[in-house]
């Protein structure tokens, strides 16, 4: 959980948090309301989730908030571009639909590495298609 790894951002939970606090950043630059228990929180820290609870958690409140945002854009919301300074300084201006994707994929990458982290461990995650996951939700 906390060993350093060779793949992510250094162990399974700093990749895991990190992975959330993108979609957070990301969130608040398309001006999504963010709960009220996260509204004041500065900088997510992997130390303030000791466990894999403390992270599901915390996944579940910004997918929360998450859920509700998209359930309230229109096509021209979509479509209205956002601007994101990145900490390196890059400056993005995207679409809103293309910039959700990009976290999508951001997401897609760290939760790979994880698998990946998991494998070598011998926790092997199992299959992770999406055509695996669209069946398991019929």
Do not use: C, N
Not at 33 to 60: N, S
Not at 99 to 113: F, N
């Amino acid at each position: 959980w906390l060993a350093p790894q060779t793949a992510g951002r250094g162990s399974i939970r700093d990749t895991l948090v990190h992975q959330v606090a993108g979609m957070r950043v990301s969130f608040i630059a398309w001006g999504g309301p963010l709960p009220p228990e996260e509204a004041t929180r500065k900088v997510v820290d992997p130390q303030d989730f000791p466990d894999v609870a403390a992270v599901r958690a915390y996944f579940r409140l910004m997918d929360g908030a998450f859920q509700a945002f998209l359930k309230g854009l229109t096509p021209a919301a979509l479509e209205q571009v956002h601007t994101r300074t990145f900490s390196t300084g890059a400056v993005t201006r995207l679409p809103l639909w293309q910039m959700m994707l990009a976290v999508s994929y951001h997401s897609m990458q760290h939760r790979s590495e994880v698998a990946a982290m998991l494998t070598a461990a011998g926790h092997s995650p199992g299959e992770l298609g999406m055509t695996t996951f669209l069946r398991s939700v019929e």
